[in-house]
């Protein structure tokens, strides 16, 4: 008797350092499980952007150079905000991607239509935008065309503007969605993660916030296209 005892002791000590095993496997699992589906969650949000981009060259070849309206209305703007279809299904981008899941980010939480937004020089609402390709700002590696554009009301109407140099104000504000960092396409075809360096980026949605001291706000306005570019700030 004494010894089957001590046979069940010894198997509860055992079981109990089993479970503590286990959970110290889970804590070191579990944030590298899900560190692995970030990553991957950002790897469609970048094929996301860069077949976006494609789309935006390929209209912009199929029709002698002329650039698709970066607004959400009217007959060629790349989406369409209208009462009777999918925003995304009447856009002018639509006969390029007819898939509506890459125009939204897997990461937004707001459950958009879409998540991306054209940058106001590109044939947008910025005073002096470019119409046609060729009118982009050379090198056009060094200007944005699409990015996570956040709006709290879940709306993204219009394209994404941004202030001017040396003006420190923002307009629209980029989202941050993927911890920290926001996608962001270029008009050579490339995209990228960007890692925003400053916590009030993408959080501070005052309209026309003025926020001398932020640096993203400075990096917008170097991709941005018309005005001067910000001094120590690369391209």
């Not at 916590?199 to 003025?210: N, Q, V």
Request: hydrophobic fraction near 35%; include cysteine.
């Amino acid at each position: 008797m004494r010894n089957r005892g001590l046979a069940k002791a010894f198997t509860l000590v055992e079981l109990l350092v089993v479970i503590g095993i286990i959970a110290i496997l889970l804590s070191i699992t579990l944030p590298a499980m899900g560190h692995a589906r970030e990553q991957a969650r950002r790897t469609v949000c970048l094929n996301n952007l860069q077949q976006l981009t494609y789309a935006w060259l390929s209209y912009s070849n199929e029709h002698s150079g002329r650039l698709v309206s970066a607004y959400t209305w009217g007959p060629e703007s790349w989406v369409n905000d209208c009462t009777v279809c999918m925003s995304v299904e009447g856009g002018a981008l639509w006969q390029y991607i007819k898939n509506p899941r890459m125009y939204v980010c897997p990461d937004d939480p707001l459950n958009y239509d879409r998540t991306y937004a054209i940058n106001a020089y590109l044939n947008g609402e910025a005073e002096g935008a470019a119409r046609t390709l060729s009118g982009v700002r050379q090198p056009s590696s060094g200007v944005f065309c699409f990015v996570e554009k956040f709006d709290p009301r879940g709306l993204n109407e219009d394209s994404f503007v941004c202030s001017v140099y040396p003006s420190t104000q923002w307009v629209d504000t980029p989202a941050p969605w993927h911890r920290n960092m926001g996608g962001i396409s270029f008009c050579d075809g490339h995209a990228e993660m960007w890692s925003w360096s400053d916590p009030r980026t993408g959080r501070d949605h005052t309209p026309g916030a003025s926020q001398p001291t932020n640096h993203d706000l400075k990096q917008l306005q170097a991709w941005y296209g018309p005005g001067p570019t910000p001094p120590g700030v690369g391209q």
